[in-house]
């Protein structure tokens, strides 16, 4: 079993908080019309990419989902240029171009969140491929959902990866819907990751709320990609507390579920762990988790004074 | 006549037709239980049953494929695909399968099949969510189009389409569905293939396409009060399109103003135009067949004839609300455009 370094360990444990404490932020935000559009947030659901993320080097790549600010953030993302986005600002990564479902930091090798459910797996299978014909020893994780399990592009992204040997972990965040369809509506059987096999590839299920079982899971499949044994299906199970999108009543799920997934919640259960292994004291965690209040409190600010971009920035960047 | 939300419209044309003809099933991404994204098949689950209203997983070629099949195999389907943008992901069973079967199988097969889905920029959704692809389906033989701008036609159109023996997408705006107005009561079909003068006039002629036709209609006002009198004109569908009735408003007027959603570069407005340009001082006397059939030749076009596009820039749909609002066409830019044909 690989457990995770202090550094790590504490590391996953603030990402965790950064994305909750952002989620909420968000949701606040947008119910106060700052800011527009649609907003998938992954409240519930931050252990997974906050653990993956954490055996990344600044060199890797993540390509996101529609419900991808956790992952943007877990891959190193700055809060402030995140939020700014969201808000439409000049200031955000994509200058206001493209909002919560086109985040990119390629700088940081995030490859954007996608509005196109399972359209981000082939363009990670592509960034992978690159990485095995370049050497570069880069690892690149495609995020996706149990609904993009059923697109035709995650199956033609798994297919090629796996005959490829391509240096890619693709890491479905299972939360058990696909918008208001529940998973035994739109899937037969409950694995995902069981379907692996047939790819010729390694699967994995864990328990995604688990984080010393999902690190354990995760850090073998990253180093597999690395090390060019290839890809890894790791299917994470998990739970998304909000609706599918903000504003979304949520009638299709019954709240005793909500409730016992609330109860499963990374967050405790992982702060459990630490402090029973001696890494965080009591004032550490209060500090951290103030810091990271003032993190997102501070990226707020920071979208709210940042300008609109000019209205005729719309037509720049249409080609380079 | 009642007044009616456009999407509870939609609904209701279905669930007439349903009632209607047992052989018409509905099927999408959380068409059934949950009614809908936007509630256009809100009810349907609980009248209909799961047998004819069914959830689907996310995989929009099997959903649009298994609606050819089962149209081929006696059904009539009713297939909702989320976004106009995602049907990229099914493109080939729309325009390899679909629109061909009929014709290189030697008339063998009939296709009755719908595919539902919307168009429309302006609720800052980005540049994945508020495409206006029509021109794409408009290009391809095979393919009838709708796009209803009303309640009224988001109901009529969708009846003629579920009853016409061919695959008809309709294309709905994302930004109507909450639009109010009113529907004849009772049985109301639309035909296709004709448009509607929504508003008569003389001096120009504005042909304009979903939720632009009321962007026309202000932008008509606009001018009526300048002394120009503009006819407005919705197609309603766009395969077949309604030639007589543009050319007959472009040979009364000689100027022709377009305005859509789509991008300019062969949009449906290009094609309007490139249409009147066709007729222009063609002669009053019909010439036969061989010159081309149809309306060519059986109506004179005016001496001259002035146009303007009025579409979006050519870029895809930022997501902030600035760039959006000067992404997207409105009154006053159709406004302008009248007012430089007037010249
Ligand atoms: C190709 C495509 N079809 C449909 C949609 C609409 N849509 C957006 S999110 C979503 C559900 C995705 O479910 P899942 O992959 O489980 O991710 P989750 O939302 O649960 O995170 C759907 C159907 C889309 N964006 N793209
Ligand atoms: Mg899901």
Redesign the pocket.
């Known amino acids: 079993m690989r457990e995770p370094t202090r550094d790590q360990a504490l590391r996953i444990y603030r990402t965790m908080h950064l994305i909750r404490r952002f989620e909420e932020r968000v949701a606040e935000c947008f119910a106060a019309a700052e800011i527009p559009g649609f907003i998938?947030l992954a409240v519930g659901q931050e252990s997974v990419p906050a653990t993956v993320c954490a055996l990344l080097e600044r060199d890797d790549l993540v390509g996101a989902?529609?419900?991808g600010h956790g992952q943007v953030l877990a891959k190193g993302a700055e809060p402030r240029r995140v939020m700014a986005e969201l808000f439409g600002r000049a200031t955000g990564y994509c200058r206001g171009k493209g909002g919560s479902m086109h985040l990119c930091a390629m700088d940081l090798g995030v490859l954007g969140t996608n509005?196109?459910?399972?359209a981000n797996l082939p363009i990670a299978v592509g960034t992978a491929l690159a990485a095995q014909v370049r050497a570069t020893r880069q690892v690149t994780v495609g995020f996706?959902?149990?609904?993009?399990a059923n697109?035709g592009a995650a199956h033609e992204a798994l297919n090629l990866a796996a005959v490829w040997d391509l240096p890619v972990v693709f890491v479905c965040?299972n939360?058990l819907?696909?918008?208001f369809t529940p998973q035994a509506v739109h899937t037969k059987g409950t694995s995902i990751a069981a379907r692996a096999a047939a790819y010729g590839m390694r699967g994995v299920q864990v328990d995604g709320n688990d984080v010393p079982a999902l690190f354990d899971a995760a850090a073998e499949a990253v180093d597999a990609a690395r090390s060019g044994a290839g890809p890894t299906l790791l299917e994470a199970m998990t739970y998304?507390w909000r609706g599918?999108h903000e504003g979304d009543p949520m009638a299709y799920r019954a709240k005793d579920e909500l409730e016992a997934w609330r109860a499963k919640d990374a967050i405790p259960r992982f702060r459990a762990w630490l402090v029973e292994r001696g890494m965080l004291a009591a004032d550490e965690d209060e500090r951290l988790v103030g810091a990271v209040a003032a993190e997102v409190d501070d990226a707020t600010e920071f979208a709210r004074r940042s300008p609109w971009p000019a209205p005729e920035a719309a037509l720049e960047d249409v080609h380079a | 006549m009642p007044e009616v939300r456009y999407v509870k419209a939609i609904a209701d044309a279905l669930a007439e037709e349903m009632a209607r003809d047992e052989r018409v099933i509905v099927l999408g991404?959380d068409v059934g239980a949950p009614g809908g994204t936007f509630g256009a098949t809100r009810g349907l689950y609980q009248q209909f049953g799961k047998e004819r209203v069914r959830d689907t997983p996310?995989s929009?070629t099997a959903i649009v494929g298994a609606a050819i099949g089962a149209a081929v195999a006696g059904l009539r389907p009713v297939v909702e695909v989320?976004f106009m943008d995602?049907i990229a992901?099914c493109w080939d069973q729309v325009v390899n399968q679909m629109a061909k079967m009929r014709y290189m199988f030697g008339g063998q097969v009939r296709l009755p099949l719908v595919v539902r889905t919307h168009t429309g920029a302006g609720l800052n959704a980005g540049p994945q969510h508020s495409g206006s692809l029509e021109a794409w389906a408009v290009h391809v033989p095979g393919l009838k189009v709708v796009m209803p701008a009303t309640p009224a036609d988001a109901k009529g159109l969708l009846k003629a389409a579920i009853r016409d023996d061919n695959p008809v997408l309709v294309l709905e705006n994302k930004t109507l569905y909450a639009m109010k107005g009113e529907v004849p009561a009772g049985e109301h079909v639309t035909p296709l293939g004709r448009a509607e003068v929504r508003r008569g006039g003389s001096d120009v002629t504005i042909v304009a396409l979903s939720r632009m036709v009321g962007e026309a209609l202000r932008a008509a006002e606009t001018v009526a009060a300048e002394g120009i009198s503009a006819e407005v004109i919705d197609p309603r569908t766009l395969a077949p399109l309604d030639r007589d009735t543009i050319l007959a408003s472009v040979a009364k007027t000689g100027r022709l103003v377009v305005a859509h959603e789509a991008w300019a570069p062969c949009g449906v407005g290009a094609e309007i135009i490139a249409l009147a340009a066709e007729h222009r001082g063609a002669p009053r006397v019909p010439r036969g067949a061989s010159e081309g059939g149809g309306v060519w030749g059986a109506m004179s076009g005016p001496p001259t004839l002035m146009v303007r596009r009025v579409t979006p820039p050519h870029t895809p749909v930022p997501f902030s609300p600035p760039m959006e609002k000067l992404w997207l066409p409105d009154a006053a830019r159709i406004a302008a455009a009248v007012r430089e044909v007037m010249g």
């Open positions: 998938h989902t529609h419900r509005g196109v459910v399972g996706f959902g149990d609904g993009a697109t965040e939360n819907y696909a918008e998304r599918h | 991404e996310i929009e989320m995602f992901t």
